[in-house]
């Protein structure tokens, strides 16, 4: 069995057991996993923060729990890659100058709906940050989309002018 199992690990990377690289070609900050592991654990991160998403949607209509599973869940998702790229190279992307201020909401506001939702217990206030943090993880999504940024300004644009003449 564990032959079996070697052997389509060989096959399913088409590469030898030794190399530790990511996918990018650089260390990926997970040296002690394998590619195969790596990806294993990437699906397994992404599938447990969508799951938090969708099961956040139960007790929507109870905005600090549901505050405290989403935002949980957003994490989970957009972290999964640092077991793909590396933590190294997913902190790089994250602040690279096209998508720096993106990520900074992004975090601000998952941050800011976790303080109202635990400390504050403000459902108000957790409901207003959890409005702006769906936008900003969208907006910071786009960002990783040539030209989808632009395209979705000059939409909104065309949708909210008010010019009558």
């Keep these: ?10 096959s399913f990377l088409g ?26 654990a990437f699906a397994l991160c992404f599938v447990a923060g969508v799951t938090f998403m ?5 007790v929507f209509a ?27 190279q997913q902190t790089r ?6 998508r720096v201020y993106a990520t900074a909401v992004y975090i601000t506001t998952v941050i800011l709906a976790l303080v109202c939702a635990i400390w504050i217990h403000s459902k108000v206030l957790t409901l207003i940050a959890m409005v702006i943090e769906i936008c900003a993880l969208i907006w910071y999504s786009l960002s990783y989309i040539p030209f989808a940024r632009r395209m979705v300004s000059q939409l909104l644009i065309s949708c909210c002018d008010t010019d009558l003449s």
């Design 1 to 10: 069995m564990m032959e079996k199992l070697r052997r389509f690990r060989q």
């Design 15 to 40: 590469e030898e057991e030794e190399q530790e690289d990511d996918y990018l070609g650089e260390s990926g900050g997970f040296l002690w996993l394998s590619p195969l592991q790596k990806l294993y």
């Design 54 to 58: 969708l099961l956040s949607l139960i």
């Design 62 to 88: 109870r905005p600090i729990k549901f505050a405290v599973m989403f935002s949980l869940g957003n994490l989970l998702a957009v972290g999964s890659t640092a077991f793909l790229i590396g933590p190294v």
């Design 93 to 98: 992307m994250m602040l690279d100058p096209v």
